[in-house]
């Protein structure tokens, strides 16, 4: 598995195990949506 495939996997387990919406979770690191958002695509 690619490395970029470990990393939005990761991102959606994290965002999954703390039940945060994609939002809750730019917020938290100071990012707009759209930009965190991608990686999960």
Do not use: G
Not at 11 to 16: D, L, S, T
Not at 18 to 28: F, G, S, V
Request: aromatic share 2%; hydrophobic share 30%; proline share 2%.
């Amino acid at each position: 598995m690619n490395k970029s495939i470990k990393v939005k996997n990761r991102i959606k387990e994290f965002r999954a195990r703390h039940d945060l919406t994609q939002k809750e979770l730019a917020n938290c690191v100071d990012v707009r949506r759209e930009t965190k958002r991608n990686p999960e695509v």
